[in-house]
């Protein structure tokens, strides 16, 4: 069973900048890419980054140019480095594997 472990939230204000860490239970580089989602209040689970195998990456298009995802291969690790400039940043923030694995989640607060 593959455990994720999400870490980093908190409050951050508008223009501010927050670093989201997902910890993989297993060897990430055999997962053909490694995703993260947030959730708004009173809103579905929404895709916001993804990172294949080969480091590629694509981004939903509100958070394009703002955030960035990587990944240590090393570690076993996969990061969310966000700058935040909207309330809509605003959510519970959920990183993926394919086999259905989703984390706990970990909270993000934008105040103005």
């Known amino acids: 069973q593959v455990q994720l472990v999400e870490s980093g939230g908190g409050l951050v204000q508008a223009g501010g900048s927050l670093r989201l860490t997902c910890a993989v239970s297993?060897?990430?580089?055999?997962?053909?890419?490694i995703d993260w989602y947030r959730q708004a209040p009173g809103k579905q689970r929404d895709f916001v980054a993804t990172i294949n195998t080969g480091g590629s990456t694509r981004y939903t298009d509100s958070v394009k140019r703002r955030f960035d995802i990587s990944k240590d291969d090393a570690k076993n690790q996969v990061f969310l480095q966000m700058s935040i400039r909207k309330p809509e940043d605003t959510g519970v923030y959920y990183c993926?594997?394919?086999?259905?694995?989703w984390g706990q989640g970990t909270q993000v607060t934008v105040t103005s």
């Open positions: 297993r060897d990430i580089s055999s997962f053909l890419y």
């Open positions: 993926y594997t394919p086999g259905d694995h």
